[in-house]
């Protein structure tokens, strides 16, 4: 535990020493006397000057008031030693514009200021509060850490105008981030142009940048043009994260223009592309491809082109990215026009890659992918000897089999010595049966030096047992580094264990437990057994009696029969004697 921290319970009475220099307080669902707590916050930030990094989180405080937010707001100015300041609150519905307000008048008393972090979720905080902070930023002249949150906010153009006014003092600006999530209704293409001047300011330090504002219908391509000027202006720039999902008006113009942008930031070590659900189609992605070959410190990539209109032909890009590349994530999540082909193009893409380290892909509900593409992709996945993290997600696509699955472990999974965490998704594939399982579980063996963490879904797989979870736990024994395990199996069947140790726990327990079970079933296989026999038994006993029955029966029936010719022949006789017998008296 870090020596500086003090971590402070409002419940109880507060102790704290002179020479802390951080302090942490989350308070969650403070429906219980919220103004009590509040001045015992304001009391506890009254009785020291040395606190350097405060970082203070309100969860899910729907009665918490402008009024009591102002005791922190007043508290705060004599922290003058202030370095890091984190203020997170989390659905706080009353809090609007006059509760920013007292916060800031706080903030202007930091001079020493360098990171600031600002989270404002489900407020009403509109025009007037960002007017209100953007005047606070201009004071914060050492300030170079930069975080705002403002997640469903009555946010519009004006106060995005006025933010980027406060960028003017920020000459010492590295790490800059904006969340706008769904404040969709007032935010434009003007909003985002605003913000891009601003950003021009901090042309000769920002280092990174980090921009959000997804689900919203009114951002186009005129945004992202005027956003492309700003960023061939950050030549420093080393990570840039763009989230633009559900964003419906973006196309294929707008996300060129960003790729024109990026062919300056030769700089750059990481990137973070989210377009899922836009206009997007092969031909970006091939400018995309382009741009990326000219990046030679590229380390991190991240993109999402979720739900859009790509094709076979679109997952190309990947053969121009540098061979510097350790973490890759890719999200395809039910894009129709992906095959078996454009697996197998990625896969080749991604063979090159000796350095990488992480590997998340996803193709969820791409119903097109059968067990021969999957094939073919685990060629190129099992060149990767250097892989630590693995996450594949093959959700619902329901013509893979276990064929495939045997296909990815024996030519990917069992070649990967290194891998420390291993996500696999194939929920929905009805196809996969025992013998696929029983090969995943043989992999775990062949991979037990290092495996840390084990996450699989297979639910709605209703072929998989209990006698896959057994042979799992076997193969789960030589594995000593396990700190987490996640198993989903069949309906509604799952594991989830955390810690060494529990692991243990739950190993001998579930053996044994598996144990018990077997030895239920074959005593109850053995009584059925018996049963069975008995019935067979009986069976055959009815079947005697019924069969006795019948011969005693045809018997009395043939001797009915004998006896009624006989008497028949009989009669005849007697009448034959009496006839000849009267003859015999004539004569």
Known sequence: MDPRLK????DSQPIFRQDVTLWRWVLADCMRNPDLRLRKLSKVLNSTKKVQELNIEFQDCPEMSNTQLSYIG???????????????????????????????????????LESLSLGFTQGEIADRGIQRLSSCLKRLRNLRNLELNFYECETSDVGLKSLSNGFKNLKRLENLSIDFSLCGKQLTDAGVQSLSEGFKRLNLSLKSLSLNFPFNKKISEVGLKSLQESLEKLVLLQ???????????????????VMKGLESLTLLKEITLYFSRTGITDLALNDFGHTLKDLKYLEILRISFSKCGLTDAGLCFLSEVGKKLKTFEAKFYSCAGVTDLGLQKLGLGLGKFVSLRTLSLSFRECDEITDTGLESFSEGLGKLSLLQNLRTDFGRCSKITDRGLIFFCEGALKKLVLLEILELNFSGCSGITHQGGFKLCGIVKDLSSSLKIIHWNFSECDLLSDIELSIFCKSLESCHLLEKIIVKYGQDKSIIVHGQQRIAYWLCYITKSLAEKRKKKNVKVEEKGQELKKEEEGEKMLEEKEKKEEREKTLEKNKKKNRSRLNGLKKLFGCFTEKKGEKTKRF
Do not use: W
Not at 7 to 10: A, D, K, P
Not at 87 to 93: H, P
């Open 7 to 10: 971590h402070e319970s409002l």
């Open 74 to 112: 007043q508290s705060l100015k004599r922290l003058s030693c202030m370095k890091d300041l984190r203020f997170i609150l989390k659905e706080c519905s009353l809090i609007n514009d006059e509760g920013l307000y007292a916060l800031c008048a706080g903030l202007k008393k930091f001079p020493s």
């Open 239 to 257: 990570k840039l994260d763009l989230r633009f999902q559900v964003c419906l008006k973006v196309t294929n113009i707008g996300f060129q223009d």
